[in-house]
């Protein structure tokens, strides 16, 4: 029997034990789909207080139930440490690492890197690997198949078999989870793509191979960059309805009547989260090196970054409409998350926002049920604060930035002097209303 005859056998009897490198938000509900679809999984994740958390049962993602990692862990389907080690008594590994940008703008690929290091340290025959981490093009081929190869003299598609496999997980939606939305696999060599596809199909409903992992890569960033995009071209559409004077949630709402060829976006105070802002780049500075400018991602970029600036202008025209100066007055930033119904901050236009209204001299607090601290990119600490209701009485000002449910909007709009909705919280009630200004 072949080395892939024989792991695709492993893997079809859930034998093959699975490593996942990178325990966040998606390498944990990967972790756990693949738990519970039978196989052994050892998490290894360098932070040690994830790793202590998952050894007690405890989960630390809002749409992983700690009762799922609780009966994993009883049952000795889930595992956790930070030794590397461990990837030495596994068959099949999958990577799930951050793919922040540098501070130039530029992809970092640190994490990438020291994650195939380490796994290179410990390959042997017989393994199937694939990268989840959102990148540029040409990430597993160029970057992670040299490392794998080299170390232990091992040869890929013969020996062990690597892929990429892009990560879709919408935090926070319930419909559409790790499990039933379809994963797209892309190999080196079509037996790559095959091995991987056999390993994924044993624990997600829908498995999507293509002819190669740059196909997967490109994939990813063909859907965030469509989002990005969107998202740019109704922000825009916002900033020029405000100056004709037409209301652009009443035009989203007309033109989403439509059956066919239209997909509603809606405008908000910026782009947040480790995807929508970011993934585009990659794709951008891979294709400085082709001498090629992405002029969409480019474009949407610019016009996204500079919302929260937007929102704070026209919170101040307002204020200054009503006779306040934004200086000195109380503004109460309500959601900080980057969307709604979550409790992750990265990236968030609320740190922007709150940024912005601090340097114009306005005393700024913020509530968000999900987030009881932060801190800006000023580097202040910064506390939820715990009356709400009393903080919308106090402020002279305040600006919904992340339009959670929990939120009872009307008795916000009761309570409040004056509101700047930036994201159509309050529906038709925040229209024609001497109380509210809106995007
Ligand atoms: N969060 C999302 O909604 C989402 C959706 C689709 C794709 N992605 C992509 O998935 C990747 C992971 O994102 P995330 O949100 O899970 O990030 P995360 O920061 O929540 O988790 C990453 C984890 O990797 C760990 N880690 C860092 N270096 C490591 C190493 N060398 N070896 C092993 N673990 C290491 C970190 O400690 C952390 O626990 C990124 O490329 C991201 O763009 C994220």
Not at 278 to 295: C, E, G, Q, T
Request: a neutral charge; hydrophobic letters at 40%.
């Amino acid at each position: 029997m072949s080395v892939k005859e024989k792991l695709i056998q492993q893997l079809q009897t859930k034998q093959a034990r699975v490593a996942i490198l990178g325990l966040g938000y998606v390498g944990l509900p990967l972790a756990v789909v693949f738990g519970e679809a039978g196989f052994v999984v050892t998490g290894i994740d360098p932070d040690a207080r994830k790793v202590e958390a998952l050894k007690q049962g405890r989960s630390y993602i809002q749409d992983v139930p700690t009762e799922k990692v609780a009966q994993l862990v009883q049952a000795g389907k889930l595992k956790a440490t930070t030794d590397f080690a461990a990837i030495k008594d596994v068959e099949a590994v999958s990577i799930c690492v951050p793919t922040p940008l540098r501070k130039t703008g530029d992809p970092d690929m640190s994490y990438i890197i020291s994650a195939t290091d380490e796994l290179a340290k410990y390959m042997h025959q017989g393994m199937v690997v694939v990268l989840e981490s959102t990148t540029y093009p040409g990430t597993t081929r160029e970057v992670m198949l040299p490392k794998l190869e080299q170390s232990q003299g091992l040869k890929v598609g013969k020996d062990f078999f690597l892929a990429f496999s892009p990560e879709r997980v919408d935090p926070g939606r319930e419909d559409w989870t790790t499990y039933n939305t379809p994963k797209v696999i892309g190999g080196i060599t079509e037996d790559c793509s095959e091995v991987a596809a056999a390993w994924y199909s044993q624990a997600l409903e829908t498995v999507f191979p293509v002819s190669s992992a740059e196909a997967a890569e490109m994939a990813k960033l063909l859907e965030n960059t469509f989002r990005m995009i969107n998202i740019g071209l109704v922000n825009e559409m916002a900033i020029m309805c405000e100056r004709l004077g037409v209301d652009v949630w009443e035009v989203i709402e007309a033109a989403a009547t439509k059956p066919f060829g239209f997909m509603k976006f809606t405008p908000g105070p910026g782009l947040g989260g480790h995807c929508i802002p970011i993934d585009p780049l990659y794709l951008s500075w891979k294709m400085k090196a082709f001498n090629y400018n992405a002029r969409f991602i480019e474009l949407a970029s610019e016009i996204n970054t500079n919302m929260p600036r937007y929102v704070v202008g026209r919170v101040m025209e307002a204020l200054n409409e009503r006779g306040l100066p934004l200086k000195g007055s109380k503004c109460l930033v309500l959601g900080a998350a980057y969307k709604p119904d979550i409790d992750d901050i990265r990236e968030s236009p609320a740190l922007d926002v709150i940024g912005l209204l601090e340097k114009k001299g306005a005393l700024v607090s913020y509530h968000d049920p999900y987030i009881s601290t932060l801190t800006t990119h000023e580097g202040k600490v910064m506390e939820s604060v715990p009356d709400l209701m009393q903080a919308v009485r106090e402020a002279d000002c305040v600006v919904i930035v992340t339009n959670h449910k929990v939120y009872d909007y009307p008795a916000i709009l009761k309570a409040a002097k004056f509101i700047f909705d930036s994201r159509n919280a309050l529906g038709k009630a925040g229209k024609a209303n001497p109380k509210v200004a809106r995007l």
